[in-house]
């Protein structure tokens, strides 16, 4: 019996414990998407929303002149069910993983990469690119700490930050 009395303080920090990490299981960067239409188009955006969380993004968390994921975990996915033009290039109906390339001097380019399903730009090929274009960047008047797409009549933008990457889209 004195076995058993023991036991249950133990007993009840574990369920404490565990009841107490279940209830902390938000992911840093929760998963998001933005669907819209651009006239006959549907677009939908799917990405994980990380935050800035005080730390220096472009040039520190998110290198210059490298290829990102334009979000976090598995890469960006960028859908439309027609074809478009993106920035004045055509781009096929399909599904294709969005990367970007932040650049120091405001023009950035974004990448349409075929290979719709990847874990981050780890695996990313050039050869697999749809389309790339360049695209000039906005600064944002305050902060925007989640990163966001909005998709609206003219295109869509990923803003985080302080930078806004605006894509036309006709």
Known sequence: MKSILKSIPVLLAVFISANVMAQDTKPASPKASATGKIKDATITINYSSPSVKGRKIWGGLEAYDKVWRAGANEATTFQTDKDIKVEGKTLPAG????????????????IFNKEAKQWGAFKYQEAQDQLRVDVKTKALSATQERLEYKITSKGFSMDWDKISVPVSIK
């Open 95 to 110: 599904t294709y993983s969005f990367f970007l390339i932040p650049k120091a001097s405001g023009t950035w380019t974004a």
